[in-house]
């Protein structure tokens, strides 16, 4: 079975990033800048926001970073529309899940498109649809360009997604299915009102699984030779970082398969700074 190594492959991209950020800030004196706004204190929240800073500034993007109060949406919003305008912001992300009641979508929808590094505007979601996009959101594009780096052929599979949140399910669909490079797959979405789901994982070459529930997917319900893709960051008891697929056995029945953690979450974030030097890059070039 072969391991989708999203850790060394995100190293090698970020590798990259960093020479193309070094290229800028040679000849413009100024570096891409990444905003990043939470709000509340989720522990897992803080944890991935922190990891996307990291990054960042590894790669030596200049991050803006608010972490705002849970009760106080209207502080959300301002803060949406100061990094609209702020001139050395290139994109920026809300981090989501908001807190309970909050009006995401209204939220979502006071970014500027050209700078939605997280691609979930509806302009920039609407544009997947078309084809004609500029940019993926980050873990869609992160699980392209996996499945790209390691030779799996998409055009002509079945690929079953388990899981239909504006985040992956449903932008990943309009990626795989799309006419281009990377695409052109049959795709099947799977939700919790999906009737035997593993009837349906059972027939897929490729298996994507973004449910949040540790371990719901068993190795017999895989073809033999085929490809899972986890999206999954479950927390066991005791602090163990597991999948939504049970690692028992896969080796038996698998072809290829992302580890979790070390698997789709590096690239999330590469992805995502990616798209940050992309923006940035976009403005350059429309000032030039």
Not at 174 to 199: D, I
Not at 201 to 229: L, N, Q, T, Y
Not at 245 to 251: A, Y
């Amino acid at each position: 079975m072969k391991r989708l190594d999203g850790k060394r492959f995100a190293g090698i991209i970020l590798n990259d990033l960093a020479r193309r950020v070094e290229h800028w800030r040679q000849i413009k004196g100024r570096v891409p800048g990444l905003g990043i706004l939470r709000a509340g204190d989720d522990p897992a929240g803080r944890m991935y926001v922190e990891n996307k800073i990291k990054r960042a500034e590894q790669i030596g993007l200049k991050v803006f970073y608010r972490n705002l109060s849970e009760n106080d949406e209207q502080a959300l919003v301002r803060a949406v529309e100061d990094f609209n305008g702020h001139p050395d912001i290139d994109g920026f992300i809300v981090q989501l899940p908001l807190p309970a009641g909050w009006n995401t979508r209204s939220i979502l929808e006071k970014i500027d498109p050209a700078k939605d590094a997280d691609g979930f505007h509806p302009l920039n979601l609407g544009r997947l649809l078309t084809d004609d996009f500029d940019l993926m959101p980050a873990t869609p594009a992160g699980i392209s360009e996996l499945l790209r780096h390691y030779k799996i052929p998409v055009a002509g599979k079945h690929v079953v997604i388990a899981g239909r949140s504006r985040i992956v399910g449903r932008p990943l669909a309009a990626v795989l299915a799309g006419r281009h490079p990377g695409g052109n797959a049959t795709v099947t979405l799977l939700h919790s009102h999906t009737p035997e789901p593993e009837e349906y994982i059972h027939r897929a070459d490729i298996f994507v699984s973004a449910v949040g529930i540790p371990h719901r997917w068993k190795a017999e319900m895989f073809k033999p030779g085929a490809v899972a893709v986890d999206v999954g960051i479950n927390t066991l008891p005791g602090g163990k970082i597991t999948g939504d697929i049970d690692p028992q056995g896969l080796e038996k029945v698998l072809s290829a398969y992302t580890p979790v953690p070390g698997g789709v979450g590096p690239m999330t974030v590469a992805m995502l700074l990616r798209n940050t030097l992309y923006l940035f890059e976009k403005r350059v070039a429309g000032k030039e």
